[in-house]
């Protein structure tokens, strides 16, 4: 589990460097529009946003709360994988070692152990 909580630590670490180069350097009017115009650029787009609702689908499955759930989701198809190295991060953070409420919450993973 450590190897993972650092795995997820460096992506939350390299998307904050990549937007912020992002919003500091670049313009998304100006850049987007070219990346719109590139065949290749909107394979990247559609696999990115297919990505984003996979990830996503992971996260309303394990959250107990549909609120929870909600915002997690709007801030994946906002900020990208930067919310899922963070959502990640404290998914593995919270989960007390446990790998089964890493991937079900708590709820779901209470409901798999065998009794």
Known sequence: MKIAKIIAFIGAVAMTIALLNGFINGDFSSDGGEILQNPWGIVSLVDLYVGFVLFSLWIVFRESHVWQAL???????????????IYLLYV???????????FFGKKRAASYVKK
């Open 71 to 85: 915002i997690w989701v709007v801030l994946m198809m906002i900020l990208g994988f930067f919310t899922g190295a």
């Open 92 to 102: 593995l953070l919270t989960s007390e070692s446990d790998w089964l409420i890493v």
